[in-house]
């Protein structure tokens, strides 16, 4: 029988979880002089190929301080990870010293991160589309509370799609509906998790020639 209390099993049960989830952990520390230490970390992130021990969320991780930005037409765009999404129009303006520069004419906040919600439930949960009907796997998070819409009266909202992709890129944004956006973004670093690695079908060579007459 086991004697250990029902916490000792939860906290063991976290630290598990903790490490499949880590980017990084030590292996063994080791001194082979005075002062002098030698130090061993394992991390799935310089593993070839699929990582299976690190979760999607972790490797998303790398995104944090980053912005992103794309321009269409009128409208430009930024997506900040675990902050928000927003939407804004520059125009350029000269000073009395005839300096130019861009200022913010027009701006609407598209949506704010909700970062304790995102781990709630494990990440199988955000990852939509897991190869079925040829379509790529996506991280799917939801951005809320924005800027109010006029038309609906509602808080703008943002869906936003994290795809496998070769740059860190806000590859669309689109109004799916009324004041709500569907913000779809590649970066390669949800390309060492094993849900997001699309396998190339199995080929064969095959050799043709003209059908003989007689």
């Known amino acids: 029988k086991d004697s250990r209390s029902p916490n000792t099993h939860k906290k063991n049960k976290k630290t598990r979880k903790a490490k499949a989830n880590a980017l990084a952990s030590f292996a063994s520390i080791r001194e082979p002089s005075v002062c002098t230490y030698e130090v061993v970390v394992c991390t799935p992130l310089l593993c070839g190929g699929k990582s299976q021990n690190v979760s999607a969320f972790s490797l998303l991780?790398?995104?944090?301080?980053?912005?992103?930005?794309?321009?269409?037409?009128?409208?430009?765009?930024?997506?900040?990870?675990?902050?928000?999404?927003?939407?804004?129009?520059?125009?350029?303006?000269?000073?009395?010293?005839?300096?130019?520069?861009?200022?913010?004419?027009?701006?609407?906040?598209?949506g704010k991160a909700d970062v304790e919600a995102e781990f709630k439930g494990g990440e199988s949960r955000y990852i939509t589309h897991p190869g079925i009907n040829d379509e790529?796997?996506?991280?799917?998070?939801?951005?809320?509370?924005?800027?109010?819409?006029?038309?609906?009266?509602?808080?703008?909202?943002?869906?936003?799609?994290?795809?496998?992709?070769?740059?860190?890129?806000?590859?669309?944004?689109?109004?799916?509906?009324?004041?709500?956006?569907?913000?779809?973004?590649?970066?390669?670093?949800?390309?060492?998790?094993?849900?997001f690695v699309r396998e190339s079908p199995a080929t064969r060579s095959m050799a043709c020639r003209p059908q003989d007459e007689s």
Request: proline content about 3%.
């Open 61 to 110: 991780e790398s995104l944090n301080g980053v912005c992103l930005s794309r321009h269409e037409g009128w409208w430009s765009y930024e997506f900040c990870y675990k902050k928000q999404m927003r939407q804004f129009h520059l125009v350029t303006v000269t000073d009395a010293k005839g300096k130019v520069a861009s200022q913010v004419q027009d701006e609407y906040l598209l």
């Open 136 to 195: 790529p796997a996506a991280l799917e998070l939801e951005y809320q509370d924005g800027t109010v819409c006029e038309l609906t009266k509602q808080q703008r909202a943002s869906t936003v799609q994290f795809l496998c992709g070769t740059t860190d890129t806000i590859v669309s944004v689109v109004e799916d509906h009324t004041c709500h956006y569907k913000v779809v973004i590649t970066t390669p670093t949800l390309c060492k998790h094993p849900a």
